[in-house]
């Protein structure tokens, strides 16, 4: 067993035994929210924040150990891995979270991107074949640029000769490709997590027309977010390096028995994202098949059925942790706090023959309520992350 005693500070509080396990609330990173790398600082729907790895990893690992996160996403684990020196397995069914995590596990300077960004030709002339779906977002320059980046990475890629920076410049421009601030190619578009559908686009050009449709120098732009990404970059780069998987995470064949340490993760949350669609221009600009993507998507509606999904996923969580290897795993509240995942995933976890050590809520709106009830009521619409912890025995 873990010592719980020592998971936070004095002030954790204890609340009650729910489905046999303490449940802690306290705030348990938001103080240092602050001190986290800006490597972080990549948009993904549904991300969780640097803080949460940091947390479990200085807790419950030492350096050179195996850290995994089976639905990686922006690959916030693998990084914060990277930078406290442990090794890293980051999966995800969707290819895109490797294109937007591997290049900050192993950060170039800038010099480097600067010099390979002036080598790259975007006055290439190409066909205007995807152009009635992207001019909604991009001045005509702009996309013309865009379409050159995304040709000579595509052949560079085909040819096997795709570098290190070039997959920087990949992720830093995949980033870039829409949002409402300056710093991003599009026109005023809604949260850069999000890209809307062309029609929708449509809309929002005539609502916001006075924002201008403006043309974005590509290189400059890419040359501006690579600098803002690298300024906590440390001098010697701590990372060990690991793997990246676009596996299901109920089939990670490629993950050894008794091999990881500590597993940190956020599943879907039933059906509450659209990971492709809201990512479509993303997947258009690394030749992604969105459609083929969606299929193999955990994406359920009903809680049953997501149960059973995790339950599969909890069998195989057993496989590759180590004896005496820790878990946590970020649920939350859905169906506006009707469903709570955590009561979902905890029979699911004993089934698998993992141990559920507690649960920990972190709150920034910390409220010292007597019960576990109370704690669910208060914490409805805040900022709140659900962390179940478990352990190979
Ligand atoms: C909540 S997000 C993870 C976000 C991540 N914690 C981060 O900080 O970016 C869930 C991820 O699970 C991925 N996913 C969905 N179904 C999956 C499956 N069956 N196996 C592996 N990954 C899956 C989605 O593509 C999505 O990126």
Redesign the pocket.
């Known amino acids: 067993m873990i010592d719980l005693d020592n998971i936070s500070n004095q002030q954790t509080e204890f609340i009650k035994t729910e489905n046999h396990i303490p449940v802690y609330q306290d705030e348990f990173w938001t103080a240092k929210q602050r001190q986290m790398s800006s490597l972080h600082e990549i948009s ?5 924040k640097g803080e949460l790895p940091h947390f479990f990893i200085d807790k419950y690992s030492q350096e050179g150990d195996v850290i995994y ?9 693998a990084v914060q891995a990277s930078l406290m020196g442990r090794r890293f397995i980051s ?4 290819p895109l ?1 490797a294109i937007l995590a591997e290049p900050r596990t192993n950060p170039p300077s800038f010099a480097a991107v600067a010099k390979r960004l002036e080598q790259i030709p975007l006055d290439l002339e190409l066909p205007p074949e995807d152009d009635q779906d992207l001019l909604p977002f991009y001045h005509p320059e702009t996309l013309q640029e865009l379409k050159a980046l995304r040709y000579y990475l595509q052949v560079k890629r085909a040819s096997g000769t795709e570098d290190i920076l070039d997959r920087w410049i990949r992720m830093v421009a995949t980033n870039r490709l829409t949002g409402h601030s300056s710093g991003f190619f599009s026109y005023y578009t809604m949260p850069p997590n999000l890209a809307v559908s062309p029609e929708r686009q449509k809309k929002i050009n005539l609502k916001y027309s006075h924002k201008g449709f403006l043309y974005k120098d590509v290189k400059a732009l890419i040359l501006k977010k690579t600098k803002s990404l690298l300024k906590d970059k440390p001098e010697n780069w701590p990372g060990l390096g690991g793997q990246f998987l676009h ?4 089939q990670t064949y490629a993950i050894a028995d008794n091999s990881v340490k500590l597993i940190i ?5 039933l059906d509450q ?1 659209q ?1 492709v669609k809201d990512n479509w221009l993303r997947c258009w600009f690394n030749h992604l098949d969105a459609d083929q993507i969606e299929k ?3 994406h359920l509606s009903s809680p049953e059925k997501w149960s059973q999904a995790m339950g599969q996923i909890f069998r195989e969580f057993y496989r590759v942790l180590q004896p005496g290897g820790m878990g946590a795993f970020e649920v939350g509240e859905v169906r506006k706090g009707k469903v709570y995942l955590e009561d979902l995933v905890l029979p699911e976890l004993i089934k698998a023959d993992l141990v559920p050590q507690a649960l920990l809520i972190n709150s920034q709106e910390f409220s010292k309520t007597a019960n576990i009830w109370g704690v669910k009521n208060n914490l409805k619409g805040t900022n709140t992350n659900r962390i179940i912890l478990f352990q190979k025995e």
Do not use: Q
Not at 247 to 250: C, E, N, P, T
Not at 265 to 269: E, L, V
């Open positions: 993904y729907r549904a991300c969780f996160d089976p639905f990686a996403g922006r690959g916030t684990t999966n995800d069914i969707n979270s596996s299901d995470a109920a993760t956020s599943p879907p949350f994202v990971y193999r998507i955990t």
